[in-house]
């Protein structure tokens, strides 16, 4: 196990009916912006709930923030925020949301320009309060400090960390899932899983605890994705994802252990250039990365095999192939083509990225051996 | 899954060397209280590394908290700390050094007789800021809100919680294990196993990711154990162990599911009457409750069996009678006693336990059918 600092300050608020919590949890004197997405919110009666418990306090509103939060919306919204000398922020939406207000509440303390602080490490760690309520399980944003920005203009897509951007409380009430469409479930679910993987599947770590936590996530998604697909309205079975994708990302499983997240830089760089889900471009690139890392990735690949999929006999490059077989299946099984062309991305594309990480100098996975090359690699493995 | 709510602010540095973050951790105007035990702290050198980390600090010492701490030597260092204007109190030792300095902090703050917050719940949660060094991994301590007291001249030992006692941080070097005496070894083990086993074997509660947890942290428990019996200084061994009696008891597995913990306060009983070690109460009650509440726990009896200890065939009762038994063997695998006999421990204490709880009108357990009556059968099936 190697050595680690944890500390994770967020309250969680869990369970059906827990959004009237809002009008104890923020302070009586806070002039709140309430910041929301494309409006599902207004048709599933969670912004008639928010409302109904900040009745008595000041509340301003920005919606429309989009999927892949844009920086020239939340940069109107960080205008905004000082002109009504905001001082608190309250996401109401998934991910994206939840990373803008991220963005929004550090933009607003931070002098300069504050795309400066997605390409360097943020020297001071000052934000407005914030806090979630949650309508989307998957990014893990909820209960982390870290966002993923996007600014289309420039086709990039990037990522910070805030120490002041932990929330201080995020309310998970699982009857938000009842009115999701289906492909953000499915795209829920697969963020969820990979991760899990970016954090437990590299090589061992000697952390016990550690290892079956990540695997209990991993088969407690396996059992509700199925569940899922054919009943969105299952109270405990949206209660033991929702949990689950919070667990995932919130450093519980990642003491003292190393961490991959190649998958997620690589299908960043798709998003940026093709607009795929998040969730997608990380079930076409995972089994590429398993493939092509199959030996520094070995030992790991057969404890997951036996652990997550009970494949326990056979020779052990059957046992490995029919892990990686198994990944595949549980993201086709929910309903998302896992191959580049199914989304018309082709060898350009693959060039692009490979150049993008050859400009950084920067090699990806968990022992920084994953080079340009070897992602053209990993994506061929993918077409 | 239950509704719940849950946070926990306390920061963890783990692992080797460690200890000298604490010049940095403790902010430089403090005037700092360092607490221990009997003096361990001497001989395996935690002493010199924390009084070197803090050479540029003010500091004051109280050594002396005995194991079960009591409130007469407590309310001593409370004099001193008040005396002193202490304002960071640091506890360097295992549960009872944290536990009494939780309450020195607490009463440092608090009007009128400290006795009366333990007697009822604390109405407010001022606390004097308060770290830890941990040194003997068991009751975990070191990352939640909780305390154990003991008052000997009227056999009383109860608990309090305080948020504001949460550790500001808890330094966990995994090697202080090294050189503790094998008993405490053990105690430390079982007082882990059964402090998950309390959030874990109850009634079923569809909480999927928190069920694979408890049993993560008991197959590792189970895993160490052996080694540890015959060698304390195997490093990845003690973090597992380290880590697996952090996790036990910081919440992480607590959300959302029923909890038990009549073994811990049928135990509490049997130390504030006869002095026994907490971990021996412990392997003591717990085979005693899991035999007379067989009915109750039958379905999560029959999971413990199958995931933890691999008994996954033959009939439903005997599957449940192996399972006991594979506890029971685990805890003298331990080197510990496990029948009342042992200690010398009759009826008459027995029914002392029972009219204790009789008088107080509480019946333990996690559906409150631990009667005084049924406290006896427990108590009589371990004799």
């Given at each position: 196990?190697?050595?680690?600092?944890?500390?994770?300050?967020?309250?969680?608020?869990?369970?059906?009916?827990?959004?009237?919590?809002?009008?104890?949890?923020?302070?009586?004197?806070?002039?709140?912006?309430?910041?929301?997405g494309g409006g599902s919110i207004h048709k599933n009666g969670i912004y008639d709930q928010v409302k109904k418990a900040?009745?008595?306090?000041?509340?301003?509103?920005?919606?429309?923030?989009?999927?892949?939060?844009?920086?020239e919306t939340l940069m109107r919204c960080v205008a905004e925020c000082k002109e009504k000398n905001i001082d608190f922020l309250l996401a109401v939406g998934g991910g994206s949301v939840i990373d803008g207000t991220k963005f929004i509440a550090t933009a607003i303390k931070w002098d300069g320009e504050p795309w400066d602080f997605l390409l360097r490490p943020l020297p001071t760690g000052q934000a407005v309060p914030l806090a979630t309520v949650l309508t989307i399980p998957a990014t893990g944003s909820e209960m982390n400090s870290g966002a993923v920005i996007s600014r289309r203009a420039r086709k990039e897509k990037l990522c910070f960390f805030n120490e002041a951007c932990f929330p201080q409380f995020s309310i998970l009430?699982?009857?938000?899932?009842?009115?999701?469409?289906?492909?953000q479930v499915a795209n829920g679910i697969i963020d969820t899983f990979v991760h899990v993987m970016e954090q437990?599947?590299?090589?061992?770590?000697?952390?016990?605890v550690q290892e079956y936590w990540a695997e209990g996530i991993l088969k407690t998604l396996i059992e509700v994705?199925?569940?899922?697909?054919?009943?969105?309205?299952?109270?405990?079975?949206?209660?033991?994802?929702?949990?689950?994708?919070?667990m995932a990302l919130n450093g519980f499983i990642a003491m003292g252990v190393a961490q991959d997240w190649a998958t997620h830089m690589i299908g960043q760089e798709i998003t940026?250039?093709?607009?795929?889900?998040?969730?997608v471009t990380l079930a076409i690139v995972y089994p590429g990365v398993l493939k092509i890392m199959r030996e520094e990735k070995r030992d790991m690949l057969l404890r997951y095999a036996e652990q997550v999929w009970g494949i326990n006999s056979g020779a052990e490059e059957d046992r490995i192939d029919q892990a990686i077989a198994c990944t595949e299946d549980f993201f086709q099984s929910l309903g998302v083509k896992?191959?580049?062309?199914?989304?018309?991305?082709?060898?350009?594309?693959?060039?692009?990225?490979?150049?993008?990480?050859?400009?950084?100098?920067?090699?990806?996975?968990?022992?920084?051996?994953?080079?340009?090359?070897?992602?053209?690699?990993?994506?061929?493995q993918v077409k």
């Open positions: 196990m190697n050595n680690f600092i944890f500390q994770n300050p967020t309250k969680l608020v869990f369970g059906e009916g827990q959004i009237a919590q809002l009008a104890k949890l923020i302070p009586a004197d806070k002039h709140v912006m309430m910041t929301y900040l009745c008595n306090h000041q509340v301003s509103e920005f919606g429309g923030i989009e999927p892949n939060p844009e920086y009430d699982p009857t938000a899932i009842y009115s999701l469409p289906q492909k437990y599947l590299t090589y061992p770590n000697n952390a016990r994705a199925p569940k899922l697909m054919v009943n969105q309205k299952d109270y405990d079975t949206c209660a033991n994802f929702m949990y689950s994708a919070t940026a250039f093709h607009g795929l889900d998040h969730g896992i191959h580049l062309s199914d989304y018309n991305i082709g060898d350009d594309t693959i060039a692009e990225i490979a150049s993008r990480f050859a400009k950084k100098k920067v090699a990806l996975g968990e022992k920084q051996t994953i080079t340009p090359e070897r992602i053209v690699e990993i994506l061929n």
